[in-house]
């Protein structure tokens, strides 16, 4: 990469794809080809609790009871992040929407500074060869070198390739069925929004079980296209 392109006109993305699909991977890859943000919503409400925004404190009150966060105060939250300077280019939405209802706030949002979203991208998976790529993840314990039951294995099975380490860890819901049951729920959540963004003819699905640098590609010329 050359470093981040200055686009014309603020590229708003946003990105859906179940655990496991590569957005945090994709979405690092577009901040620095397009100088775009990743705007996390767990992040932001950290960032504005430790920040002590008046939405943040807000928010930190409805934390500490135990309850889920409203939307007004996540949009807020979302409001005032977009007004700051590294934002203008562009963002990418990571976690939000996850509902129709929180997509019309969405909407509503950015078009108070005249924005909207480009595309909504879909990151589409086959579920069944998801569960083998999430649920035969390991890493190495004193290192974090990341391997795999069947696409990557140490070459000694007993020691890491990296640091000669010994010991490895597997996350306790990289299992097969945690994993199937949280892609039921994400089809679940996520089917009214395809239908929302696809009704609003903005909706852009890639075949997340390519290569990285393959979706990076198929990503890349989406956001060429919505610049363009």
């Known amino acids: 990469m050359d470093g981040a392109k200055t686009n014309s006109k603020a590229v708003d993305l946003v990105l859906l794809g179940p655990p496991g699909a590569g957005k945090g991977t994709q979405a690092r890859k577009l901040q620095d080809r397009f100088g775009l943000v990743q705007l996390s919503t767990g ?14 404190i807000a928010a930190k009150t409805v934390m500490e009871r135990g309850d889920l966060v409203s939307d007004e105060i996540v949009v807020a939250i979302l409001r005032d992040r977009l007004e700051e300077a590294d934002c203008q280019s562009g963002v990418i939405f990571d976690g939000f929407p996850r509902t129709t209802v929180q997509a019309e706030a969405l909407d509503n949002l950015m078009a108070e500074s005249g924005r909207g979203v480009g595309a909504a991208i879909s990151l589409d998976v086959d579920d069944d060869a998801m569960v083998e790529r999430i ?3 390991f890493t190495c314990a004193a290192c974090g070198e990341g391997y795999h039951d069947s696409f ?27 994993v199937t ?12 929004l395809i239908s929302y963004y696809g009704s609003q003819g903005v909706l852009r699905n890639v075949d997340a079980m390519q290569d990285i640098e393959k979706v990076e590609q198929n990503l890349t010329a989406i956001v060429e296209e919505t610049v363009a």
């Open 181 to 192: 049951q949280r892609l039921v729920a994400y089809h679940a959540q996520t089917a009214p």
């Open 135 to 137: 649920s035969g993840r």
């Open 152 to 178: 990557k294995t140490p070459a000694n099975p007993d020691e890491c390739d990296q640091c000669g380490a010994t010991v490895f860890t597997r996350r306790a819901d990289d299992n097969a069925e945690t």
């Open 43 to 56: 992040d932001l409400l950290r960032d504005a609790v430790a920040q002590g925004t008046e939405a943040g």
